[in-house]
């Protein structure tokens, strides 16, 4: 009996088949790695065939580095933007400040009047005691007020 031996598509090496004329794989192998080199040469695009884009003569490609006028730009839109914040916000309504809280620290009183707690009926006003951390309800007097 003659045996006829096949040569594997993938690695080709002589096999003898388990099915005759339909067998193109030495082993499962290498049917599944030349199933994967077949998709992967299918998804390439040859090089050949790429174009360029024309954007026109006046598009630039590039990315431009920094430059001087760009940081000038820069700086002058984030003056611009703080002006317009500090035109805009209400002096009540901006943030503390370091000179605020250090303010705050050198006054040498005692009780801070406190300016959005109501006072009681008996005519004591809120004040925030300093040393103990706190609200007391007291009398005005113009040593405790600012």
């Known amino acids: 009996m003659d045996t006829k031996y096949y040569t ?3 690695c080709h090496k002589e096999f ?3 099915r005759r004329y339909v067998q193109k794989f030495c082993s499962d192998n290498c049917r599944s ?3 994967h080199q077949r998709k992967k040469k299918e998804t390439l695009l040859p090089t050949s065939e790429i174009k360029p884009i024309d954007n026109g003569p006046n598009i630039k490609n590039k990315v431009e580095g920094m430059s001087l006028p760009g940081i000038g730009n820069a700086t ?3 003056l611009a933007a703080g002006v317009l914040k500090n035109v805009f916000t209400d002096p009540k ?3 503390a400040t ?3 809280i250090l303010a705050l620290r050198r006054s040498n009183q005692r009780y801070q009047s406190i300016l959005n707690l109501p006072g009681r009926p008996d005519g004591t006003l809120p004040y925030f005691d300093m040393e103990t951390k706190m609200v007391v309800y007291l009398r005005p007097n113009k040593s ?3």
Do not use: I, S, V
């Open 8 to 10: 594997c598509h993938f």
């Open 16 to 18: 003898d088949p388990k």
């Open 33 to 35: 790695k030349a199933h």
């Open 76 to 78: 002058a839109g984030a």
């Open 93 to 95: 309504d901006r943030p």
């Open 98 to 100: 370091k000179g605020d």
């Open 144 to 146: 405790l007020t600012r």
